[in-house]
């Protein structure tokens, strides 16, 4: 392994080490460490590959940049050490705020990107998990370095060699290039919002499943979004997993490398896949178990199916990045709780990463031990029968030991969204619902919200008695923006859910909303919008935002006309 020094196109200089032959490896380290992070995979990937590991701007014997720097400011960085390499396009593997700049690069340059690892990489951070990232960057900049809490996270009660060293490097680092660094680290993880699938290549999504801040989760949604994605999560270890089990990091990275890329289904993309499944109308349940230590463990799955009457099974699949997959596969049973129609919020709650699920859930074990949820349309209660590997998932085979049936009508899910008996029921005399959508703009932006299911969606509401005015307030109010009820811009029926939907469109500054995020408007970016009807109309409103002409749609959800208007929605 070799140390040199990298001149770029601008006369800045990158520090890097380097080592083998073959295919080019470009390695990047995560804020406040150095090339020398990587030293273990180095050290076993330079067998087949010429392995480059870069020390970030500001860091180890790298330039900085400007203090006003921000991811893109880096990704741009990053596209100009490849081309200084002149290796041609590289494998390129990130960690932390080095997975975003990874990401970056195979979405902003393609040309310079074979495959991409993301390692502990964040996503779409929730509301308190991001003000607590940006008060730490807050206090850095205010020269408030401490090292002790970021090294507790990152490495928990382990104490190898590499602790002290990332501990020293940390330590030392520049305080400017150090905030500066972290500035962009914080407010990265909305960077690139639903342009993940412009992500080709084939993509590794690595994580330790006790990283609380590059969570599983986090992960399975990035391997969601992009095209051709894996997600892979270690078993009890944090953020510094490639130093904490190199082993099994180097395994998964040694696979990735020998990814090829696989064709979409028929020549369609993973989004229009997804579309296709989600037309078949299926119920909503929340599986449930003990963990090994006693406490009640369950996730939200609408993938249950019955197997046989006789023995009687079923089966249910949980993600391999589950959090609690290990506890599930190696669980002696488990039940499967139907939700009722009322249940809708018991679904989001097991559908996102919440620390205690049960918390406030009225819940008891069933005759089979497992937990059985009080209210729910009908409950089974199975020792395990059999466990499938399938995939990116795991099929679990259930022998029911005991059910229930109540009468409480079931929870439905269809085309992205809840839908219930009572719904059904309403199509009806009276009329239908009236649903609003607010469409918060800012410059070159639109606020989504998370629908429950990972995916992303407007803010919406049916009008209340008050009438559409005062819903549209009491909607945008909600946001946390400060904006005013705008114009029309679309007026569509829904005959399959009984609805109508008016949306508004309603100019607001940028700012921190209080749920969702701003993502950019452009067709790509709502590529993660389920609903085909606002996704279609979110495109039609990035198109029309790019050529400055707008028009008003009128018709159902699936077509309609679109009469052009004059004016513009004012900045």
Excluded at 379 to 401: E, K, N, P, R, Y
Excluded at 486 to 511: K, L, M, W
Aim: some cysteine; hydrophobic content about 45%.
């Amino acid at each position: 392994m070799t140390s040199r020094i990298l001149l770029l196109s601008d006369g800045r200089k990158v520090r890097l080490l380097e080592a083998g032959a073959g295919e080019p490896l470009v390695l990047i380290h995560g804020v406040g460490l150095r090339a020398e992070v990587w030293e273990p995979q180095i050290a076993a990937l330079s067998d087949h590959h010429h392995v480059i590991a870069i020390d970030m701007p500001g860091h180890g014997g790298s330039d900085p940049l400007a203090p006003t720097a921000r991811l893109e400011d880096y990704v741009d960085w990053g596209a100009s050490v490849v081309e200084a390499l002149a290796l041609g396009p590289v494998n390129v593997a990130g960690h932390s705020m080095g997975a975003l700049i990874a990401a970056g690069l195979a979405i902003a340059r393609p040309d310079l990107t074979r495959r991409v690892a993301l390692l502990s990489a964040v996503y779409q951070r929730g509301a308190a998990l991001r003000q607590s990232v940006l008060a730490r960057a807050d206090e850095i900049a205010r020269g408030e370095n401490g090292i002790n809490g970021p090294i507790a996270r990152w490495f928990g009660d382990e104490d190898g060699p590499f602790r002290k060293r990332v501990a020293g490097w940390l330590g030392g680092m520049d305080r400017q290039s150090y905030a500066t660094a972290y500035r962009a680290f914080a407010e990265g993880d909305t960077a690139y919002v639903g342009r993940l699938g412009a992500i080709a290549c084939p993509a590794l999504i690595l994580t330790g499943e006790d990283d609380a801040n590059s969570s599983p989760d986090m992960s399975q949604a990035i391997a969601n979004a992009v095209q051709s994605g894996v997600a892979a999560v270690i078993p009890g270890h944090r953020h510094m997993v490639a130093l904490t089990a190199p082993d099994l990091v180097n395994a998964k990275l040694s696979e990735w490398l020998n990814m090829r890329q696989a064709p979409p289904v028929t020549g369609r993309t993973p989004r229009a896949l997804r579309d296709a499944f989600g037309c078949f109308m299926t119920g909503v349940t929340v599986v449930t178990t003990n963990g090994p230590d006693g406490k009640p463990l369950g996730f939200t799955a609408n993938s249950f199916s019955s197997v046989s009457m006789d023995p009687p099974l079923l089966l249910v699949s949980i993600a391999n990045t589950s959090r609690s997959h290990a506890a599930f596969v190696g669980a002696l049973g488990f039940a499967v709780n139907i939700l009722a129609e009322d249940q809708k919020a018991v679904s989001a709650t097991f559908a996102k990463p919440v620390e205690d699920r049960f918390a406030g859930l009225a819940w008891e074990n069933g005759p089979a031990g497992s937990p059985v949820i009080a209210g729910t349309s009908a409950w089974f209660d199975c020792d395990m029968h059999q466990v499938v590997s399938a995939g990116d998932h795991t099929i679990l085979i259930g022998q029911i030991v005991d059910f229930d049936v109540t009468q409480a009508p079931g929870l439905g899910y269809y085309r992205g969204a809840y839908v219930t008996p009572a719904q059904t029921a309403v199509k009806l005399p009276t009329g239908p619902d009236v649903v609003i959508s607010a469409i918060l703009e800012a410059p070159g932006q639109v606020l989504l919200i998370d629908d429950g299911t990972g995916a992303l969606t407007l803010p919406s509401m049916r009008v209340e008695r008050a009438g559409v005015q005062a819903s549209l307030e009491k909607l945008i109010g909600q946001t946390g923006l400060q904006a005013e009820p705008g114009s029309i811009y679309a007026v569509y029926d829904n005959v399959e859910r009984g609805s109508q939907h008016i949306a508004f469109r309603c100019p607001t500054a940028s700012g921190l909303p209080a749920h969702g995020m701003l993502v950019d408007l452009t067709v790509e970016s709502m590529s993660r919008v389920a609903d085909p009807a606002i996704r279609v109309m979110l495109q039609r409103l990035a198109e029309e935002s790019r050529m400055g002409n707008y028009g008003v749609y009128f018709g159902n959800h699936e077509q309609g006309r679109v009469t052009p208007v004059a004016e513009r929605l004012a900045p």
